[in-house]
Every structure is written in C-alpha cells, then in structure tokens.
C-alpha cells in the first residue's frame, strides 16, 4: 500500500519515470541492475534484506543510482549507518508529496537529499555520541579545517548546517545552482567531510550554525 501511494505521487511528477518497485532490498538490487534507474528510493526497514544491507550493491552498480533513505525520527543509529556507507540522503516518511518529488529530482540532479529533521536528529546524535563525523575516524581539528575555505565557503557551510538544498542555498545567496555545488564541492574537499551531513555537523562544532 505504501508502494502504491509513493509510486502514484512520483508518476504524478510528469518528469519522473517509475522504472521498478521491490519488497524488499535483495529485490530491490535485482531490479536496479536490470534497470539501472538514477535513483533508488529505499526504505531503511525492509524483509529479507533491508535496506542498509542493499546501499553498498547498489553503489556497486555501473552506473550506480543515487540512493536516498527514506526513515523515521526514531531511526538515528540507522541514519547513521547508511550515512556511512554512502546513501546520498534521507528523506523522512511523514514528508508530503511536494517533498517527496523534490528529494528524487534533486538526487537525480547530484544533488544530496536532506530533511531538516533527519539533519538535525542526526547531528544531535553525533555530538551525544562525541563528536565524530560518521567515518570512524578523527579528523583534523574543525577549526583548522574551517580555516581552509574561503568567505563564502564558510557562508555555504553555515546553511548546510540548517539543512538547506542546493536550491535553497542559492535562492538565499542569489547564485546559480551550479555555483552552490561548486563551493559545495570545495567545501566537502577542503574540510575532508565525505557527506553534506558531516559538513554540516563541523558547521555545528564551530558554531557557524546553531
């Protein structure tokens, strides 16, 4: 029932082409290869093979599709995981329909796919937990890896700490989406953050947000 209801709001879209649906991830990998889609909305609770456990064979595909997480505030040590091992965002299942089609065609764009609530549950569990960025490993101090960016990098940083889209960012800023993921892409660089989840939560530590 729930498929149902995703696939009839995504096919709502007009730009958007339901190639596939699956029970469960062992499904869900199978017909991904078959179809290779752009993207692969994946719930992270699923039977048979759930879908933490299908991330890492989906990014194995050549072209892998972006995948996005869909998961519930209860789910922080989920989200955490899949942040881990690649998922390019997550998408939270009280979201309205608008929402949902916006998150597909920004992963579809490259763009990562982060409600405000999942960004803030999970910064709020990475600093309960002492801070580290999700990889497993220390970084370099976060002041010394803020003093690498520049200006506007920092002013980047900052909204990615809110949780703000590519488009949100440059409706804010009065840029071009392109120029949004250029420093987003210097920023995910330069301060060795491998998501836009890690960046967000170093613009937490050095309180260029709050």
Do not use: Y
């Not at 998961?71 to 965002?89: I, K, M, P, Q």
């Not at 997550?90 to 796919?113: C, H, N, T, Y």
């Not at 801070?131 to 002041?143: I, K, L």
């Amino acid at each position: 029932m729930i498929r149902h209801g995703v696939r009839l709001i995504l096919r709502h879209a007009g730009d958007i082409d339901v190639v596939a649906e699956a029970a469960d991830g062992r499904q869900a990998v199978a017909l991904a290869a078959a179809h290779l889609p752009d993207v692969a909305l994946v719930d992270i609770r699923m039977p048979v093979c759930d879908g933490l456990a299908a991330i890492a064979p989906l990014l194995a595909l050549d072209p892998a599709p972006r995948v996005v997480m869909l998961t519930t505030f209860g789910d922080e040590d989920n989200v955490l995981t899949a942040l881990r091992e690649g998922a390019a965002g997550f998408l939270l299942k009280d979201e309205g329909p608008q929402e949902l089609i916006a998150a597909v065609r920004a992963a579809a764009a490259g763009d990562s796919v982060l409600s405000p609530g999942v960004t803030g549950s999970v910064i709020a569990r990475m600093l309960r937990v002492g801070g580290r960025d999700g990889s497993g490993s220390a970084p370099a101090p976060a002041d010394e890896r803020i003093a690498r960016l520049t200006a506007r990098e920092r002013e980047v940083l900052s909204m990615l700490g809110e949780g703000l889209s590519n488009q949100d960012i440059a409706g804010r800023l009065g840029i071009g989406i392109g120029t949004v993921k250029t420093h987003v892409g210097a920023i995910l660089e330069k301060t060795g953050s491998a998501s836009r989840v890690q960046a967000a939560l170093l613009a937490h530590r050095t309180g260029l947000a709050s």
